[in-house]
């Protein structure tokens, strides 16, 4: 015996200026009977074929959840839910769901929106009752109040979407407030390389100041490993033998295992770094040193900032990665060769990269242009110069 009734049209006799809505039955837990629940067709539709088509797709959605076992009385416990009690929810299954550094992003998020709830009085308000309209109020406080970027403010539209969406999975609510929203234009951003004088400072002073950071350093800047990926790594993922770098599907941005080859001028630097403990020890953890617990890579950019700060140098250490790519690039190496090496899925998302990148010419260019000094011994035994025959073609 089923539970429910299916979804109908109340059309009100075809009467546009009544409220239309679907209804269907559900037996209730406690009596037994089935009590009627109702949502309402939008009256902003103002053709009946309009709102016949609507109609039927809210009924054939509702349907469908039906026959996958929705309840409509559990449903109603969760939508007067307090909107604190709900992202402290979803924030405790991203625990388990997500990495360390994905949460923390959830998390830091998430404080953003509590503490904005928390200026409007609606911490306790029903998640049910949270719609498009206060979704739209607090991505525009981002923007006014706390003057995030439009880079930034994406970044936070897109969590916040994704955090609702587990609660319309979940069917606490049944539509997500963030989704009309729509993403603001970026501008692209800067892709800065190291300049000659910055690498030989690099290399002149990094190996002395933190030996273990200057590993770091060249792990991004030959082999374009992420230090998000770099803090992940442990001891056993290193194959110097075999001069290879496995970065596990735990680790690496794509999810899927991948190898890395090692460049032959990187290996006297690995050489000497000390891989000499178990195997499960991560590799940068504290100080960049081996250890058991894994450390944030906000600690190795923190590092880098103390040292490039000392020496007069602007750049992250992740512009490494650029700047080993630019000097690939100059240097003949194949975009099939670089896809491969930069651990790109294809050859358009590598040659998208290298777009960005390459905004300038070559030193090719800039080295072997022609120069007009070097026309004088060439054009003395020529009757007229090259720019009177420019200028008057006629002559000869």
Not at 165 to 174: G, Y
Not at 176 to 203: G, S, V
Not at 232 to 238: H, I
Not at 253 to 280: A, T, Y
Request: proline share 4%.
């Amino acid at each position: 015996m089923e539970n429910f009734k299916k979804a109908k049209l109340f059309d009100a006799g075809g009467d546009l200026s009544k409220r239309w809505f679907v209804y269907y039955s559900f037996r209730s837990p406690e009596t037994g009977k089935f009590q009627r629940f109702q949502h309402w067709v939008p009256q902003k539709i103002l053709t009946g074929s309009g709102r016949r088509d609507k109609a039927h797709l809210m009924i054939n959605s509702i349907n469908q959840k039906l026959r996958q076992g929705f309840n409509p009385f559990a449903h109603m416990e969760k939508k007067y839910t307090f909107l604190s009690v709900a992202m402290a929810y979803v924030l405790k299954i991203k625990v388990n769901s997500t990495r360390l550094r994905t949460h923390h992003t959830y998390s830091s998020m998430l404080n953003i929106f509590d503490r904005w709830l928390e200026k409007k009085n609606m911490k306790n308000f029903p998640v049910d009752d949270f719609s498009y309209y206060h979704a739209q109020e607090f991505m525009d406080y981002t923007l006014e109040v706390l003057k995030n970027s439009n880079r930034t403010y994406n970044n936070r539209l897109t969590a916040m979407k994704t955090i609702f969406k587990v609660l319309v999975k979940r069917e606490w609510i049944f539509q997500n407030p963030f989704d009309r929203i729509e993403f603001l234009e970026e501008e692209e951003p800067e892709i800065k390389a190291f300049t000659t004088e910055e690498l030989m400072k690099m290399q002149q002073h990094l190996p002395r100041w933190n030996f273990d950071l200057y590993v770091c350093a060249c792990l991004i800047f030959y082999c374009f490993i992420r230090p998000q990926e770099l803090v992940r790594l442990r001891v056993s993922n290193f194959n110097l033998a075999k001069r290879q770098i496995i970065i596990p599907g735990k680790v690496s941005k794509n999810k899927k295992q991948e190898v890395v080859q090692i460049p032959d001028s990187l290996m006297p630097v690995l050489m000497k770094l000390k891989l000499d403990c178990p195997g499960d020890y991560f590799v940068f953890g504290k100080d960049q040193k081996r250890g058991e617990k894994e450390y944030a890579p906000t600690r190795i950019a923190e590092a880098w900032r103390e040292f490039a700060d000392y020496y007069g140098i602007e750049k992250t250490i992740y512009s490494l990665k650029h700047t080993g790519v630019g000097m690939a690039i100059e240097s003949g190496i194949n975009i099939r060769d670089l896809q491969l090496h930069l651990r790109h899925s294809s050859l358009e998302m590598t040659q998208i990269y290298l777009d960005k990148f390459n905004k300038r010419p070559s030193e090719k260019l800039t080295a072997n242009f022609p120069d007009l000094a070097r026309l004088t011994n060439k054009t003395e035994h020529v009757r007229l110069s090259l720019l009177e025959r420019m200028n008057n073609p006629g002559l000869s």
